[in-house]
């Protein structure tokens, strides 16, 4: 499924777009159940265990920026947990034994979309090693003016960044102060039924949808089988082995030696990765639909 040169670039960048893994039957499926989805959204007016609404989602309006864990609430999503183009392209990547984490999938309608500021997921979940990575399945066509994902190439070899602000988790760097050169992010663009692959420690974020064209993003997180977490660790080994898409498991994790950040003291504001930003004093995406940093 990979190039040696993708494989190259993946370890680079620390992030790839692999195009066509999915068929155009797999990404029409998808469409028309996140269409029903979002048409569901109509009846809720604030944040549930499956929908997390923008600011401006009214039930004749329906805006919804995320599904959580959408492959628990549909097939269509939990089939590709396990599909193959997918498991092929992580064991090119780190070998025969892959596990499974969790998916959400982010919408970023037509218009109004909302921005993900710069982070890094390693700060969210650090593991025993960092092979880790999320892998995006795009559901529509992504180009720079719909707020593809934006990877500051390289930064997955760097530093675990600050995510605090005010002592307090927030899932976000502050643009002002962490050093980075955000102007050298590239974005991760491509055709509907391609995949991303990002990097753990990527630092990466996403400007606002300011198109006439809807974003919708697949998020899968997954590790190698041997990467076991340092926050929020298993209790169920059954249950944590059960997670296993791709070979054995194994009672001995791998340690390497890898900067770690705990995200304690927790977030103020729970939920989403959206919710949790809302700590962060400056923001980087502050103009929509550029990519204009605070002064």
Known sequence: MLSQSQIDD?????????????????????RRVTDAFVERSRAVTT??????????????????????????????????????????????????????????LNLKSAGFGA??????????????????????????????ANGPLLIVPGSHKGPVYDHHAGGRFCGAMDPAGCGVDFAGAIP??????????????AV?????NTSNKDRRLLLFQFRAGDAWPLVNAPRDIAAFDAL??????TLEPRLTAVPVRLPLPPADHQGSIY?????????????????????
């Open 115 to 144: 921005a993900v500021e710069w982070h890094q997921d390693w700060a969210f979940y650090p593991h025993t090693n960092d092979d880790l990575a999320a892998v995006g399945v795009m559901m529509d066509d992504m180009e720079l």
């Open 275 to 295: 919710e949790n930003q809302k700590g962060l004093a400056n923001r980087y995406f502050n103009v929509p639909g550029t990519l204009q940093p605070v002064p």
């Open 188 to 201: 991760l663009t491509g055709r509907a039924g391609s995949i991303t692959v990002h990097h753990v420690r």
């Open 204 to 208: 990466h974020g996403s400007a606002v």
């Open 47 to 104: 944040h549930t265990d499956i929908f997390d609404l923008e600011e401006t989602h009214t039930p004749a309006q329906p805006r919804v920026r995320r599904i959580k864990a959408p492959h628990l609430h549909d097939p269509a999503y939990a089939a590709l947990v396990r599909h193959p183009g997918i498991i092929a392209v992580l064991r090119a990547l780190w070998g025969p034994n892959i596990r499974f984490d969790t998916a959400k």
């Open 10 to 30: 993946y370890n680079r960048v620390g992030a790839i777009v692999v195009p066509d893994v999915l068929s155009p039957d797999e990404v029409a499926r998808l």
């Open 244 to 249: 296993m898409v791709a070979g054995e498991p």
